[in-house]
């Protein structure tokens, strides 16, 4: 099997004149970490939604799972679980009917779904709120659901979008800490972040900035190579110096 | 595996339609509501319409009472010849839409100044067409006795004998409101669903969705299956109230009107979906749906102004007007108890237009979300 569970080389999306993601080449091993880090509007959700085989590329190369990103977008869904920032489940739906809807919509069988559900409840304790309606729940277990249904067709691959955005401190905690046990059974994690706490977390991370990569490796070694006292003021001043770069 | 597709997609729709009464409630009572509005409001006007003749006297005052009729602006011969004697059949079989009969001794009659009947009679299944022919056939039949005869003669009593085939009291309401309920279920359908997709654009919903295994055709008609059943259940009441308050005969079989039902109204959701697929807020798909069904829909399906009156760009045009097929779809069947056989060119059509629509869509959706 392949060791590289996500492969891009110089991959580009292009809006009219506009480069929103500009030749990015990253590799991320198979049960790894990834941080995908940059400012707000740098391109991140842009290069997501292309490996994600969402956006059609306008140029370069890629591979998810080892499917072809151009070619083989339906055998990639199939692979990947996908959570975004935003609550994408269904407001008027409950828990549990939302959950059976994307059991539905990756094929599952019903006996597989009971299976999957009772263990994916117990390990993120969606028991207490399953039959409420999406709309009545709090923000940390919506997102919990959300993850509970990005995992239900044991995808290899994990595609997070700021996925603990606006959640409280011990709520976080506990989601990395499902992450990283999730990592430890192979499943590769892909997600992007405003949190440093959380970015530090990961593995290794890359930061993005106007449609490139400008830097990337273990947080840690990034932050002694630049010299920066920690995570956060290396990405403050890496961000402000291109800034500046262009003015 | 596709059919499971479409359905957990149905199944997921049942919910939203069901969980939203208030959308339920305007869904149900918006239809019944313009039935009552339109159907009391509304009344009209004819020109060229296609009057056959038969004539029993073969005189030359009868052919100067057929010329006469020709060279009125009301009047013209059917496009097609047509050599049947019996006016009836004509009606029936769609050569003219008023057929002119005179019986033999007119010349002598006119002539001895004894009175005499001139026979017209008229589709009255289209109320407006047939009352603008009592009207104008008396103008040109009083006329053309002046022109013969001297003045200060006393004029012979020629009398004009109407008789209407189909809907012969002439209601108004017996010609519109078939037509209103082709129109109404148009624009409610192609609203239903065109804030479908553009709902789940704007909540979000749609780009996690399609992050999963799931084809958009499959998607799409999932989403129009549940329609199906709310709009047909439109159908119903509309035309159960138009039956019952305006007392429009029921001629033909309901079972059949009801067939066609169905078909028309998966044609207008699929137009709906073809809206939702080409605009990103629920706002933008209500006006555009309400735009592109209600004038189009009003204008170009003969509900309001016959085809053949229409420039020929536009009578081509009317073509894409679903509600164009089934105005004479309901027209047919409940006022002239029409049969499959006479409607199967408007029921290949609506399929055809249906399935232009869907592949429209579906080409729409995936090149929207690609982008």
């Given amino acids: 099997m392949n060791s590289y569970a996500i492969v891009a080389e110089n991959l580009s999306r292009h809006f009219g004149s506009f480069k929103a993601v500009d030749q990015i080449s990253l590799s991320v091993k198979t049960g790894e970490i990834f941080g995908f880090l940059g400012a707000n509007g740098a391109g991140k959700t842009t290069a997501i939604r292309m490996l994600c085989g969402l956006l059609e590329p306008t140029s370069g190369k890629g591979t998810v799972a080892g499917h072809d990103i151009f070619t083989q977008p339906e055998a990639i869904k199939n692979s990947i679980g996908y959570m975004s920032q935003k609550f994408s489940l269904y407001q008027d739906l409950t828990g549990n009917e939302n959950l059976s809807f994307y059991a539905s919509a990756y094929g599952l069988t019903k006996k597989n779904f009971s299976d999957r559900l009772e263990e994916l409840s117990e390990r993120l304790e969606l028991a207490q709120f399953i039959d409420r309606r999406a709309e009545s729940l709090p923000i940390g277990w919506r997102q919990r659901l959300a993850l509970a249904a990005a995992l239900l067709h044991r995808p290899r691959i994990l595609f997070l979008d700021e996925p603990t955005g606006g959640v409280d401190p011990v709520f976080r905690r506990k989601f990395w800490d499902f992450l990283y046990t999730l990592a430890h059974e192979g499943v590769t994690i892909f997600v992007t972040t405003h949190y440093m706490d959380e970015a530090e977390y990961c593995e290794r991370i890359s930061i993005m900035h106007q449609g490139k990569i400008i830097v990337m490796g273990p947080p840690r070694e990034l932050v002694q190579k630049q010299g920066a006292k920690d995570l956060q003021t290396m990405f403050i001043d890496l961000i402000r110096n291109r800034v500046g770069d262009r003015e | 595996m596709t059919v499971s597709k479409i359905r957990f997609i149905a199944l997921k729709e049942v919910y939203h339609i069901l969980r939203d009464p208030r959308s339920l409630t305007i869904a149900i009572l918006m239809p019944v509501l313009m039935t009552f509005l339109y159907g009391y409001a509304i009344s009209l006007d004819i020109k060229n319409v296609d009057l056959a003749v038969i004539n029993y006297d073969n005189t030359s005052m009868s052919q100067e009472l057929i010329d006469a009729f020709y060279a009125s602006p009301y009047f013209a011969p059917p496009t097609q010849a047509v050599n049947m004697m019996d006016p009836e059949e004509i009606l029936r079989k769609g050569g003219a839409n008023a057929v002119l009969i005179i019986e033999h001794d007119f010349e002598a009659a006119v002539e001895s100044r004894r009175p005499f009947q001139i026979g017209v009679m008229v589709d009255g299944s289209d109320n407006n067409l047939a009352a603008a022919v009592q009207n104008y056939s008396s103008a040109v039949i009083s006329q053309f006795v002046k022109d013969q005869l001297p003045p200060n003669l006393e004029f012979p009593t020629v009398k004009l004998s109407l008789r209407m085939l189909y809907n012969p009291d002439l209601e108004s309401s017996h010609f519109f409101v078939p037509g209103l309920v082709a129109v109404i279920l148009l624009m409610i359908c192609a ?181």
């Fill in chain 2, 191 to 371: 609203l239903l669903t065109s804030i479908t997709i553009a709902r789940e654009k704007e909540v979000g919903t749609l780009e996690q969705l399609m992050t999963a295994p799931v084809k958009s055709h499959q998607i799409l008609i999932g989403k129009i299956i549940p329609y199906v059943g709310l709009s047909f259940l439109d159908g119903i009441l509309v035309l159960f109230f138009a039956w019952v308050l305006f007392k429009v005969p029921f001629e033909g079989s309901e079972l059949l009107l009801l067939g066609f039902g169905l078909i028309y109204v998966a044609t207008a959701l699929s137009l709906g979906i073809l809206i939702s697929t080409l605009v990103k807020t629920q706002q933008v798909a209500m006006m555009l749906a309400l735009t592109a069904t209600m004038l189009p829909s009003v204008m170009l399906s003969g509900f309001v102004f016959a085809i053949k009156n229409m420039p020929v760009s536009l009578q081509y045009l009317s073509y894409i007007v679903p509600a164009r097929y089934f105005v004479t779809v309901v027209r047919g069947i409940m006022l002239k108890g029409a049969s499959l056989n006479t409607l199967a060119f408007e029921g290949v059509a609506l399929l055809v237009v249906m399935l232009i629509l869907l592949i429209f869509a579906t080409l729409r959706f995936n090149a929207g979300s690609a982008k």
